[in-house]
């Protein structure tokens, strides 16, 4: 499998994907907003795309469908309930769906709802797997709700599915956030070194051309999404909701992250 992370430089800072078959050169472009890079490097790597999966139906993700599904004639998948918010949908997917690019690329399809209600992650069936996970996961993050989510549905994502993926998973995500995301984490876990150390070096080396790529191991030790049984974490939020618990569930210690996040 042949994995083309594509920068699109944009204000919202969007990253692209292309997924390759190495024997056939059929391709999934997932989210491809900037379809003239997409269509580029697809043509430079002698490559045909042949599918389009939109993660969910926001423009800056859908924005580039019409212009590759013109040049390339891909089908576009999408999850089932976007049906009616993406445009020109040939195929639905729910939970458990393999997306098949050419002869040796299997990717399932994980329905993860939080960002929206109708949003698709998909996991590569790989000896170390890649999650393309769109706008639920960021490197060192977790996506907002306020764009027809929920993040009670978010948390629920969090602890279910992403929690459980095996801790070399790649993560591959929607946007470059990861140093914001950094700032955060340290806003709330001013002794996390991990993320102290990764924010120095970054503060240097980061080049969203070539991105850092982490594992899901690491995204526990630097995503406080995920570190929500941390005593600083919580000792930090209850400083700043009065209303908390004394010894708060992680489901309050995440939506409280959640909201403040928001406003951060």
Known sequence: MHIEQIWTGNAYRNFNYLIACPETGETLAIDPLDYEKCLSRAKESGWEITQILNTHEHGDHTGGNHAVIEATGAKLIAHQNAHGKIEGMDQGLIAGDVVKVGKSVELLALDTPGHTMSHICLLSKTDTPALFSGDTLFNAGAGNCSGG?????????????????????????????????????????PDNQVALELKRELEVSHDPEKPLVTSLKKEKEINTFFRLTNPTVISKLQEAFTDMSDQPSPKEVFLKLRELRNSW
């Open 149 to 189: 989510g929920h993040p009670e549905e978010l948390y629920e994502t969090f602890v279910s599915q992403l929690e459980k993926l095996a801790d070399n998973t790649l993560i591959y995500p929607g946007h470059d956030y990861i140093t914001n995301n950094l700032g955060f984490t340290l806003d709330r876990e």
